[in-house]
């Protein structure tokens, strides 16, 4: 079991280890791909630069799943972690073995979601555009955001703090003055929605229950409602995320670095076999899908329609929030996964992602604490960290 | 059967940024291979697309100069394909709201004027280059030209003739050089032509098989690939020599025939899809306002006013052939006043300097009003013609001279002191007897012996009527 793909020694106070898909001058950045093997970047990730400067240490790379959009890690070329039997996300275990403070990864399909949902961590996927991308290894880029796993709710606030502001390097990053929105609470997270659209096992629906049981106590009232629009956000991310990443992982071609073929003899073999050598099955699967619905026969029938399902889902988020202050949701329908779940349904994290997609592919904010995902308004990520702290502290 | 030409162009203009479209790389011609390029321009991942301003700002000129309606919310696209001159193997360009719509191209030809309507024009980047080295039989890549941004210009199919395709890209190419847009250089690839060409019998409305002859980078090549063409596909219609099929074709301008291409090289579905990492383009009605105010006249409206302003019909038509030029001979006339001197300075004086430094007249980068400073000077006897030569030169080669305080400390002025006009007129006359006697004799040219003399000592520094009246003055009292 590989955690880390890269290691160093760090004097620092405090440190992080970053995902695999986070571009480090110094060290490999592999994306989890045998296309990727060894890949040494020219340049450092906008928040690596940040957390140098915030003198925080970086003690090494943790494995991830080939382009992060797998359950939980288990597609990497260097291996599947399990800690007793079940899957695991080395980023997640990484932090919380101690090996690190925190864990900044790149939330592609919801993997850390789950693995925070499920090792019981906190996390925060910040709102969409308060984070810089730049030096992220792009998969799908409209919905996918920089986060960070932790042990506690001050602690993910911390370290957001120092990663999050604007940069011009990122042309869908906010204004300075809208990204430092995300740091300061203004209001109080004290009316939930909570979803009860989504099938959960009964762990997770235990853990619902006593996250709803303890925020109660501090005055913060739970009010069931179904949101079965929010299923249907599954199947566009997975259409929009395909679509991208197909369109992301063409460059990986063979030619100018990463995996090439030894045998080939006309241009079209040697990307041909390249890729057919170095992707791995889920991967393929995706960007076949995803140039399917890009092609002119199914663009309006399949893509365009997946555009305008991303809209359904904001407006029903925007009507929720008219009466709610932020919407509980599973961040997983199981309280762990094993290797069989994968080899009985190779695109299990295709559907698993149902309770990720909403937040995903509409970039608002989502914390996961207690084994369960609060999704607010866009810049409300200092609240629902709050609301984190509240539970931790065991409602009071 | 008589048959008509239905024509329509794609002509790709290299847009004349500093840096690419979306990294900081320098966008100039040239350079050593690979040498303007980083991380984003040759697809390393990580690396996100910000867009040039000034790119949206030159589309935006090329659509006013071409009468087209500006779309005020302008988006990017991704068009994929393998290429390996392609580095992300996606091209990033305008799929679905491109910056201009419907414009229109006067063109004037053998017979009449005529107006071409433009569909489209988008903004995009370009691809690089393959180098095929076939002693080691090897492709090598150059991404230099990676992310230069580009315009392509999309034309309805209203040309008819190769004639009027000449007039549409003379046309096009000098309002937007006119526009500082593009050099528009076919001979460096900034200005590149697909040519979409079909025939139909004389007054049918049903639009015939239409080829793609693709790159065409040379006016007279694309001449003689349109005549080709014509008349491969009415032989095809009448003789039935082949079958027309819908097809891109390269042009052989050596062996002076079109080929079809490998289907393979350019079927495919592009699989365009909105760029989500860049943000729809607004653009409000200040930065609409800047691009507008900052554009030039027609050149034809230049030359009516330079004609007004008392210059010959050829003169006017010399300097309204370069935005350059223009603008110079506006400031320097602004300075100096006289339209006749500025034309003079310009068309003789200055364009010996830019061909002798081989320059094209678009690198002209005089200050227009030390020209005018300079014509000034000269024509207020300040400074000699000679020697107001000799500063222009200096002044190409350092614009920020100013020609009064270069002539000053150059000893450029002109003295106008009588004594010290006379006291060299004479130590002249003491050196050449012979001319003097000359000239008494009835010889004219041998006072312009002296007379030359005379000037040279003086080092141009001499009012040439106050020094002729002298010269005569002191020849006849000796
Ligand atoms: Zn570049």
New interface residues.
């Given amino acids: 079991m590989k955690l880390f793909t890269a290691e160093t020694e760090v004097k620092t106070q405090k440190k992080v280890v970053l995902d695999d898909m986070i571009?480090t001058k110094d060290l490999p950045t592999c994306?989890g791909s045998k296309m990727?093997d060894g890949y040494m970047?020219?340049?450092d990730?906008q928040v690596v630069t940040k957390l140098s400067e915030a003198q925080i240490g970086i003690c090494g790379k943790a494995n991830v799943g080939e382009f992060a959009i797998d359950l939980l890690g288990e597609t990497s070329y260097y291996g599947a972690c399990t800690n007793d039997g079940k899957l695991v996300s080395a980023s997640a275990e990484i932090v919380k073995t101690g090996k690190a403070d925190a864990a900044i990864v790149l939330d592609v399909n919801g993997a850390p979601r789950r693995a925070a949902a499920q090792s019981d961590l906190v996390y925060i996927k910040p709102t969409y555009g308060t984070v810089s991308?730049?030096?992220?290894?792009?998969a799908a880029?409209?919905g996918e955001t920089v986060g960070v796993i932790s042990t506690t709710a001050n602690q993910c606030k911390e370290i957001l703090g120092i990663i999050a502001g604007h940069d011009?390097?990122?042309?869908?990053s906010h204004a300075d003055t809208v990204c430092q929105k995300i740091k300061t609470s203004s209001e109080k997270i004290t009316k939930i929605a909570l979803i009860s659209a989504f099938n959960v096992d009964s762990d997770t629906a235990a853990k619902i229950d006593n996250f709803k049981t303890v925020i109660e106590k501090s005055g913060v009232s739970c009010h069931t409602v179904e949101g079965e629009k929010l299923l249907c956000a599954r199947v566009a991310w997975n259409i929009l995320m395909s679509?991208?990443l197909c369109?992301?992982v063409?460059?990986y071609?063979g030619?100018?670095?990463g995996h090439r073929a030894s045998e080939y003899t006309t241009?079209g073999e040697l990307?041909t076999n390249s890729r057919t050598e170095a992707f791995g099955d889920l991967l393929k699967t995706a960007i076949l899908y995803g140039?399917d619905t890009?092609?002119?026969e199914n663009?309006m029938k399949v893509?365009d329609k997946a555009l305008r399902i991303r809209r359904v889902v904001a407006e029903y988020f925007d009507e929720l929030f008219k009466e709610y202050d932020a919407v509980l949701l599973p961040g997983c329908s199981k309280s762990f996964y094993t290797e069989k779940d994968i080899e009985t349904n190779k695109y299990i994290s295709f559907e698993e992602n149902a309770c990720t997609a909403p937040a995903s592919i509409t970039g608002l904010p989502a914390v996961v604490a207690g084994g369960v995902q609060i999704v607010g308004k866009a810049f409300s990520d200092a609240g629902l960290l709050d609301l984190a702290e509240i539970y931790e502290k065991g409602g009071k | 059967m008589k048959y008509e030409t239905v024509i329509g162009l794609e002509v790709h203009i290299e847009l004349a940024t500093e840096s690419k479209i979306f990294c900081s790389c320098s966008a100039k011609f040239g350079g050593e291979q690979n040498d303007h390029v980083c991380p984003a321009c040759c697809g390393m991942p990580g690396m996100l697309p910000v867009v040039n301003k000034h790119v949206v700002d030159l589309g935006m000129a090329a659509g006013m100069m071409l009468n087209c309606h500006i779309n005020r919310t302008t988006t990017f696209d991704k068009k994929s394909y393998y290429y390996p001159d392609l580095p992300c193997s996606y091209q990033t360009t305008q799929w679905f709201s491109p910056i201009c719509v419907n414009g229109t191209l006067q063109i004037e030809t053998s017979k009449g004027k005529k107006d071409i309507r433009i569909k489209q024009i988008h903004m995009e980047e370009d691809a690089g280059k393959l180098v095929h080295d076939d002693w080691t039989n090897t492709s090598l890549v150059d991404f230099n030209r990676t992310s230069v941004p580009l315009i392509e210009i999309v034309s309805q199919p209203d040309l008819s003739s190769a004639e009027e395709v000449v007039a549409y890209l003379e046309r096009l190419r000098s309002l937007l050089r006119f526009a500082k847009v593009s050099e528009c250089r076919m001979e460096q690839g900034s200005m590149r032509c697909d040519v979409n060409l079909s025939i139909r019998p004389e007054g049918s409305d049903k639009l015939g098989v239409r080829t793609e002859m693709k790159n065409m980078n040379s006016i007279s090549a694309i001449t003689r690939a349109i005549e080709y063409e014509v008349s491969r596909h009415i032989d095809a219609l009448e003789n039935g020599t082949e079958e027309l099929v819908q097809e891109t074709r390269r042009w052989d301008d050596i062996k002076g025939k079109s080929f079809a291409m490998r289907n393979k090289e350019t079927a495919g579905d592009y699989r365009y899809f909105p760029d989500p990492n860049v943000m729809p383009i607004v653009i409000d009605d200040e930065w609409f306002d800047s691009v507008k105010n900052a554009l030039p006249e027609f050149p034809e409206i230049k030359k009516a006013k330079y004609i007004e302003l008392g210059l010959s019909e050829y003169d006017a038509g010399m300097l309204s052939e370069s935005i350059s030029l223009c603008e110079c001979f506006e400031a320097a006339y602004e300075v100096c006043k006289s339209a006749k001197e500025v034309a003079n300075w310009l068309i003789s004086d200055c364009m010996n300097i830019v061909n002798k430094k081989q320059w094209t007249v678009d690198m002209l980068n005089l200050d227009g009003k030390s020209l005018g400073m300079l014509i000034s000077l000269v024509m207020e006897g300040k400074v000699g013609r000679t020697n107001g030569k000799k500063i222009l030169e200096a002044m190409f080669d350092d614009s920020s001279i100013n020609p009064g305080e270069y002539a000053e400390q150059n000893g450029f002025i002109v003295s106008n002191d009588t004594s010290l006009i006379e006291s060299v007129i004479k130590e002249v006359m003491a050196q050449d007897e012979k001319s003097v006697t000359d000239y008494k004799n009835g010889k004219e040219k041998a006072l312009m012996a002296l007379f030359g003399k005379c000037m040279r000592q003086l080092k141009g520094n001499c009012d040439p009527q106050l020094l002729q009246k002298l010269l005569i003055d002191c020849i006849n009292k000796a």
Avoid: V
């Fill in positions: 571009l994306a990727l970047s020219l340049f990730a991308r730049y030096g992220t290894i792009p880029c409209s011009d390097k990122d042309g869908t679509a991208e369109n992301n063409s460059r071609d030619i100018k670095y241009i990307y140039s890009l092609s002119t663009y893509y």
